[in-house]
């Protein structure tokens, strides 16, 4: 079952401008992962934060967490037209225990960057 | 390119046939992970394992669906009497230990039941 709830489901945006997707889960977590797939393509890990962090930057990518609401965001600068791809967050749902890296999937958001 | 790799990336095949996919995941990842992708939707858990052992499954895999990793080293999932709704993108990931830490996906193999 899908733990996350993404929103927006698409976004289309002009090259420069940021993009913010949102992300939402259900249950405890360990931590929390930002993937990238572009079409029928494999998953590329983007970013990591942990329950007990709250912001996180890699790049032009900035990722927040609020456990308290049980949600995230990822924030991409500057986009480019190679940003172009479905994003997903990941969950891993075991909270101040073991982590074994069984990941629970949000549904995606489709972001289409036009140059 | 991740180091994880798949194969085949697209399989074919009739209802009812068998069909098996291999994962060699990164050489000193002793975690390895099989997910399942259909379209729109984000990747689901299937199982795992930590080495050759398979520590968890999910209510996902039926009695058709078998996965093994005799060496620790790569993977096979086999899909027996594969049925329409079995197909999707067949993900395959690794990691190391100690956790969390970043999952790598392979590329996928993409089935398609006619």
């Known amino acids: 079952s899908q733990q996350g709830e993404e929103d927006p489901q698409a976004l289309s945006i002009q090259e420069g401008e940021n993009a913010t997707m949102n992300c939402s889960y259900k249950?405890?977590?360990?931590?929390l992962q930002w993937y990238r797939q572009n079409s029928g393509r494999g998953l590329v890990h983007l970013i990591l934060i942990r329950s007990n962090e709250r912001e996180k930057h890699s790049g032009r990518l900035r990722v927040t967490l609020d456990t308290s609401k049980k949600s995230s965001s990822l924030l991409i600068t500057a986009s480019r037209a190679a940003d172009t791809a479905s994003y997903f967050c990941?969950?891993?749902?075991?909270?101040?225990?073991?982590?074994?890296?069984?990941?629970?999937f949000g549904q995606g958001t489709i972001l289409t960057v036009h140059p | 390119d991740t180091g994880v790799s798949q194969d085949p990336r697209h399989k074919i095949t009739k209802r009812g046939q068998n069909v098996t996919f291999r994962c060699d995941p990164i050489s000193e990842h002793n975690r390895l992970y099989w997910y399942r992708q259909t379209l729109g939707q984000g990747p689901e858990f299937l199982t795992y394992?930590?080495?050759?052992?398979?520590?968890?499954k999910s209510r996902l895999l039926s009695d058709r669906f078998s996965a093994e990793r005799p060496k620790g080293s790569f993977s096979t999932l086999e899909i027996q009497r594969t049925e329409q709704g079995d197909s999707a993108m067949y993900l395959c990931?690794?990691?190391?230990?100690?956790?969390?830490?970043?999952?790598?996906f392979g590329p996928g193999t993409r089935l398609l039941v006619l």
């Open positions: 990931a690794s990691l190391a230990g100690p956790l969390p830490e970043t999952q790598y």
């Open positions: 990941a969950t891993d749902g075991h909270a101040g225990g073991t982590s074994y890296g069984k990941l629970t």
């Open positions: 249950t405890s977590i360990n931590n």
């Open positions: 394992f930590q080495n050759e052992a398979q520590l968890e």
